[in-house]
């Protein structure tokens, strides 16, 4: 099965909204080295392999390839680990495989980040030229050029070099052909996902008038022009880098957040922040993120349904502290205190009558206390 799939490399805990990362052309994983650790902190990371870059295998891919059969492979992986909706960054050729998935999927991609790419790829000529020159002479000759495409002058990550030269020709030369066909630009309306586009100032290959294009006509996205990158940003420029995709894909948090002091009320969700300590940061961003930015944001049940399962749930695992808290969230979320009865009493068929009762006693001290503030 591993020799159908492209090669990947998983960072950061499982439970965390996933992130797939994709390369540019020549390159492998390694050019996120300096960049998905910190996003894997708050992300499942999986960054992936062209066919016959890195460690993908190169008959993935055929001459005449398309950037929708390299988006097929990405679809296929993330099936293959169980990943529906994603968020997802690309670079060059990554970003454009992002942008069709973007287009055509929108139903799997949850948020975009295009980096140093472009709707279209100046023309096909280039692209059906370099691939002829890399099937008749290998990549060896292309792989020269790499630093003067890649990077400002002086600068150079040669293991990134080195992937260049070992990529397979034939596979590369397949991904040029994919890139000579590529123009996305009638599609860009449709798509939905929110979409950051980064630029490197200094790149010849995908200059920021191209991610400008994609800015104008991507729907409410937004443009980030990075000095001192050429094409390979988060190689070159990582810091910068890391701080836009943070900054984009940080709307689970935020959104989690404000959802979070909605349901539970400021003075709960401020104790809680107070008492956070390094151990516990990254459980609270947890919370903020899953829990409050993905869970309780999802308007398939409101939030008067979603405070009566919660409240079942408490009253079967026993945790009433968190339940006492709850019915205060519930009360804000509409219910009545005969609704939240009614609730306790059907826990008392499906979860037993001892933990109905201390469930009664609970809700009743808050209800109480919250009839006292009133009076």
């Known amino acids: ?218 729907p409410g996205s937004s443009l980030t022009e990075i000095s001192g990158a050429s094409h390979l940003a988060p190689a070159e420029r990582p810091e910068a880098v890391l701080a836009a995709l943070r900054g984009h894909f940080d709307g689970y948090a935020k959104r989690g957040m404000e959802v979070r002091r909605q349901v539970l009320g400021d003075t709960h969700v401020d104790r809680a922040q107070s008492r956070q300590t390094p151990f516990t940061a990254r459980f609270q961003d947890f919370i903020s993120r899953y829990a409050w930015g993905e869970i309780w944001t999802d308007p398939t049940l409101s939030r008067r349904e979603r405070s009566m399962i919660t409240l079942t749930a408490l009253v079967a695992h026993g945790h009433y502290d968190e339940l006492a808290m709850h019915v205060r969230a519930a009360r804000r979320n509409g219910l009545t205190p005969e609704e939240i009865g009614a609730v306790l009493l059907q826990t008392a068929v499906y979860c037993g009558v001892p933990a109905a009762n201390s469930a009664f006693a609970a809700a009743q001290r808050v209800l109480a206390e919250e009839d006292g503030e009133q009076a």
């Open 1 to 218: 099965m591993t020799d159908k799939l492209l090669n990947h490399r998983a960072e950061g805990p499982a439970s965390a909204p996933p992130l797939l990362l994709g390369p540019s052309l020549g390159t492998s994983t390694k050019l996120w080295d300096k960049v998905a650790p910190d996003l894997s902190i708050t992300h499942r990371v999986i960054r992936w392999d062209l066919p016959g870059h890195g460690d993908s295998p190169a008959g993935l891919i055929t001459p005449g390839a398309t950037v929708a059969d390299l988006a097929g492979l990405v679809l296929a992986l993330a099936d293959s680990l169980g990943i529906e909706r994603f968020a997802y960054a690309g670079v060059s050729l990554g970003g454009a495989v992002g942008l069709h998935l973007a287009a055509h999927h929108p139903e799997r991609v949850a948020s975009l980040a295009v980096i140093c790419s472009s709707a279209h790829f100046n023309g096909a000529k280039p692209w059906r030229e370099r691939a002829e020159l890399v099937r008749r002479e290998g990549l060896a000759g292309v792989a020269e050029t790499a630093n003067s495409r890649w990077f400002t002058p002086g600068f150079t990550v040669p293991e990134l070099v080195d992937d260049h030269r070992d990529a397979d020709p034939d596979a590369y030369a397949a991904c040029c052909d994919a890139l000579a066909a590529f123009d996305i630009r009638e599609d860009l309306s449709r798509i939905t996902a929110p979409t950051l586009l980064i630029a490197g100032r200094q790149d010849p290959a995908t200059p920021p008038a191209h991610l400008r294009e994609i800015a104008d006509a991507v």
